[in-house]
């Protein structure tokens, strides 16, 4: 017979009774204060799961349960006596160093890879295959907000208007047709000399931008660059990407929910700013193949970055991982590498 | 037959105590983590309990351990019910945005009743010495605080932001029971003015300090937030977890909890900076470390004997309230 240590609430009253689970050698079980009629089988109670050195509980038919803090002697019982459930298991993988080890290589590879391969495939894959109409969609409002909140009417000279507008209308000829292009002019006050284009197909050009770029063909740079996120459906891509993060981060921190937000938002902010800089390096590369296709010089794009370095200066040092663009000497880089393949072909 | 003996008296409070490690724990956390990728998700709600038994099961009140008996069964089914409800409210926001107003209308509609089957279905599967916690509330009390009174917190310019974080708390403690033994709230809502008096005083010290900061430096102004954002919420956390429990009565005993700022804050303070180091690899033992400084302070002052609490029938509730509230961040806790 065993016998094991433990408490009883007979689940009527919150009252105590220290008492013993006797455990004979026929499977047949007791407790140590009842008397004989109170024998019953191992295998018919309710013995709950073992989770760390938590108390375990054995549930009697009338609604009683057994309290003991010893797990061991109960798993050896339970091994003796009656089939063990599958959640058995689950103690055992969570109490060897090497299952645990294996689970954390696992866990570490799955997160990389998913952040850095996973979701954004996963993504591009999904923005492709939505219809062309759901970019217009995402759109909806954002002109909107940022007519009220930032810009104001354009005060760029018409001519020049015109002039920019003809660079835009060839490249746009040039691109896939299930976008609306258009190409409006604002003065950016606060934002400065930027470029923004809508999923839709709409490209904004600030003022700033127009009055910083000493050469046509920069502009030419930046249209492309824009346009580059446009045929590519940055937009629509970041919303599932986002998403699709934000999913997977409820998944499996969902049930860490009592740690303070803070600590999630702060990687939130981390991958999506490397998102971000994904989708400008595609743009980037959109633009310099577009400048080499029509046989434009592409020191223009150098110069351009060289210009927005310096009109920009605050956005790097510590807070480049939090930036939504890359750093400029890894933009120019991109040049460098191209002009050096030019070379040698 | 032995019988344990009154175990304390207003002489002799009983002693919360948290058991846990931090390094079990871990192991518990990453099996979750691994098991929940792994089933594609259907893993979160079987996690979910076995990460509930663990704290529920080491938080230990004279020599009994509370006990966390929901079927995780019930939390999947609340689960995929609360991620399928996710899925059609973000499409339909970030493609038919008219229609999210419709849809964000029928949500706050049924917030009320989210937070009651919520609380009811954590009540009722919580026991202490097999006997197990009640909730009864109703949608109506529920509405008043969670709908009624945040809809005129901007008509009152936020001045009756007090009286509505009371009425929540109230609404949790008074309508709960243990066994058939209701909870008393003897807390007013001048005494949830006092708190809020003092953290708008805190917000707009450190609003101004930042203020001075950030034209600066950047870094400098960043750097500063952190320590002041943690130490906002350990003011807020200690003083409503120490009003509330101490406030809180069972019959004539009652609950006695003294968490410190200071030590609430340098627990943040280093559990942040260390989740933030180990890539989050900490989070389980941030956990631990917070349970068992809160059960340290936390003690029950019991009246008399505590063998006499008796237990009540009990219909099942379903997951589906509290797991859909979990999704939304509907913040529901003591």
């Known amino acids: 017979m065993i016998s094991i240590k433990g408490d009883y609430y007979d689940g009527k009253t919150s009252r105590k009774i220290s008492t013993s689970l006797e455990?004979?050698?026929?499977?047949?079980?007791?407790?140590?204060?009842?008397?004989?009629?109170?024998?019953?089988?191992?295998?018919?109670?309710?013995?709950?799961?073992?989770?760390?050195?938590t108390p375990r509980s054995i549930g009697f038919p009338d609604g009683g349960k057994f309290e003991t803090g010893n797990n061991d002697a109960v798993d050896k019982a339970l091994a003796r006596f009656r089939r063990q459930s599958w959640e058995h298991i689950l103690h055992l993988l969570e109490s060897r160093k090497a299952y645990v080890f294996t689970a954390l290589i696992a866990v570490i590879v799955f997160s990389?890879?998913?952040?850095?391969?996973?979701?954004?495939?996963l993504a591009k894959t999904a923005a492709f295959a939505l219809p062309a109409e759901t970019n217009n969609a995402i759109s909806q409002g954002s002109l909107e907000i940022l007519d009220k909140g930032f810009f104001s009417p354009s005060e760029i000279e018409q001519d020049t208007k015109v002039r920019i507008n003809r660079y835009f209308v060839e490249m746009a000829a040039k691109q896939s047709q299930d976008f609306d292009y258009r190409l409006l002019f604002r003065k950016g006050n606060g934002i400065g000399a930027n470029a923004f284009a809508l999923p839709s197909g709409t490209v904004v050009l600030t003022d700033e931008m127009v009055e910083l770029v000493k050469h046509d063909?920069?502009?030419?740079?930046?249209?492309?660059?824009?346009?580059?996120?446009?045929?590519?459906?940055?937009?629509?891509?970041?919303?599932?990407?986002?998403?699709?993060?934000?999913?997977?981060?409820?998944?499996?921190?969902?049930?860490?929910?009592?740690?303070?937000?803070?600590?999630?938002?702060?990687?939130?902010?981390?991958?999506?700013?490397?998102?971000?800089?994904?989708?400008?390096?595609?743009?980037?590369?959109?633009?310099?193949?577009?400048?080499?296709?029509?046989?434009?010089?592409?020191?223009?794009?150098?110069?351009?970055?060289?210009?927005?370095q310096e009109d920009h200066e605050d956005d790097e040092g510590v807070l480049g991982y939090l930036s939504s663009h890359p750093p400029t000497a890894e933009r120019i880089k991109m040049f460098e590498d191209l002009k050096e393949q030019a070379k040698t072909k | 037959m032995m019988s344990e003996q009154i175990q304390g008296d207003a002489t002799h409070p009983m002693q919360f105590e948290f058991t846990g490690s931090g390094g079990e724990y871990f192991k518990i956390?990453?099996?979750?983590?691994?098991?929940?990728?792994?089933?594609?998700?259907?893993?979160?709600?079987?996690?979910?309990?076995?990460?509930?038994?663990?704290?529920?099961?080491?938080?230990?009140?004279?020599?009994?351990?509370?006990?966390?008996?929901?079927?995780?069964?019930?939390?999947?089914?609340?689960?995929?019910?609360?991620?399928?409800?996710?899925?059609?409210?973000?499409?339909?926001?970030?493609f038919v945005p008219p229609l999210s107003?419709?849809?964000?209308?029928?949500?706050?509609?049924?917030?009320?009743?989210?937070?009651?089957?919520?609380?009811?279905?954590?009540?009722?599967?919580?026991?202490?010495?097999?006997?197990?916690?009640?909730?009864?509330?109703?949608?109506g009390a529920a509405a008043r605080v969670y709908i009624l009174l945040p809809i005129l917190l901007p008509f009152t310019l936020g001045l009756i932001y007090p009286v509505m974080v009371h009425g929540q708390k109230d609404l949790v403690i008074s309508n709960s029971a243990y066994g058939t033994t209701g909870f008393r709230f003897e807390a007013g809502a001048g005494n949830f003015y006092r708190i809020f008096g003092m953290l708008f005083l805190i917000g707009a010290a450190a609003i101004a300090l930042l203020a001075m900061l950030f034209p600066v430096s950047k870094e400098a102004g960043m750097i500063t937030a952190l320590p002041l954002y943690l130490f906002f919420f350990a003011f807020m956390t200690c003083h409503i977890s120490n009003l509330v429990y101490n406030k809180s009565f069972l019959e004539q005993h009652s609950l006695q909890s003294d968490l410190k700022v200071y030590d609430v804050f340098m627990l943040y303070l280093t559990n942040t900076i260390a989740i933030v180091l180990t890539l989050g690899l900490f989070i389980p033992w941030a956990n631990v470390r917070l349970a068992r400084y809160r059960a340290e302070r936390l003690q029950f002052i019991p009246a008399g004997d505590i063998d006499g609490f008796v237990a009540r029938e009990l219909e099942n509730v379903s997951g589906a309230g509290e797991e859909m509230g979990e999704m939304f961040d509907v913040n529901v806790g003591l």
């Open chain 1, 23 to 53: 455990i004979y050698d026929n499977g047949e079980v007791k407790l140590s204060h009842q008397d004989n009629r109170g024998v019953v089988a191992l295998s018919t109670l309710r013995v709950s799961s073992r989770v760390g050195n």
């Open chain 1, 112 to 121: 990389w890879a998913m952040l850095q391969h996973g979701i954004p495939a």
């Open chain 1, 217 to 308: 063909d920069e502009l030419v740079a930046v249209l492309a660059h824009e346009i580059g996120h446009v045929v590519h459906r940055h937009g629509l891509r970041r919303v599932i990407q986002d998403s699709v993060f934000a999913m997977l981060v409820v998944l499996i921190t969902g049930d860490v929910s009592s740690t303070s937000s803070l600590i999630i938002a702060l990687p939130t902010v981390l991958v999506e700013a490397q998102y971000s800089q994904g989708f400008e390096r595609e743009a980037d590369s959109f633009s310099l193949a577009y400048l080499q296709s029509n046989d434009i010089d592409l020191v223009h794009f150098k110069s351009l970055m060289l210009r927005l």
């Open chain 2, 29 to 94: 956390w990453l099996v979750n983590i691994f098991l929940t990728i792994l089933t594609l998700g259907i893993y979160s709600a079987w996690a979910k309990v076995r990460k509930n038994r663990y704290f529920y099961g080491n938080t230990r009140l004279g020599d009994a351990s509370f006990d966390y008996l929901a079927n995780p069964v019930a939390i999947l089914k609340g689960r995929l019910i609360a991620f399928f409800a996710f899925v059609v409210y973000f499409a339909v926001s970030e």
């Open chain 2, 101 to 139: 107003l419709l849809l964000g209308l029928i949500f706050i509609g049924v917030t009320p009743w989210l937070v009651v089957k919520s609380l009811a279905f954590r009540a009722r599967n919580t026991a202490f010495r097999n006997i197990r916690f009640d909730f009864k509330g109703d949608y």
